[in-house]
């Protein structure tokens, strides 16, 4: 769900994966690796999305399921 939502934001800005990637200081294939769920967002890799894409974290979070939400206490 983080990263089809990760994805979609980033193509809602028009960038490529290029652009995301300069902006967090990765590589391109880290950010296609993530965008189709082959590479894990770790629980560190998303206040660095959320300010890549300036977005907040709710936004990534999009689909979640609403117990998981609240378990987290959000």
Same mark, same amino acid.
């Given at each position: 769900? @983080?990263? &089809?939502?990760?994805? /979609?934001?980033?193509?809602?800005?028009?960038?490529? #994966? #290029?652009?995301?990637?300069? &902006?967090?200081?990765?590589? #391109? +294939? +880290? @950010?296609?690796?993530?965008?189709?769920? #082959?590479?894990?967002? =770790?629980? =560190?890799?998303? !206040?660095? %999305?959320?300010? /890549? *894409?300036? @977005?907040?974290? &709710? @936004? %990534? *979070?999009?689909?979640?399921? !609403?117990?998981?939400? /609240? /378990?987290?206490? %959000?």
């Amino acid at each position: 769900m @983080v990263a &089809r939502n990760v994805r /979609a934001e980033r193509s809602r800005q028009r960038w490529r #994966q #290029q652009d995301l990637a300069d &902006r967090l200081g990765w590589s #391109q +294939t +880290t @950010v296609s690796a993530v965008e189709s769920g #082959q590479r894990q967002i =770790g629980v =560190g890799d998303l !206040p660095e %999305l959320c300010r /890549a *894409l300036e @977005v907040p974290l &709710r @936004v %990534l *979070l999009m689909g979640a399921d !609403p117990e998981d939400l /609240a /378990a987290l206490g %959000l």
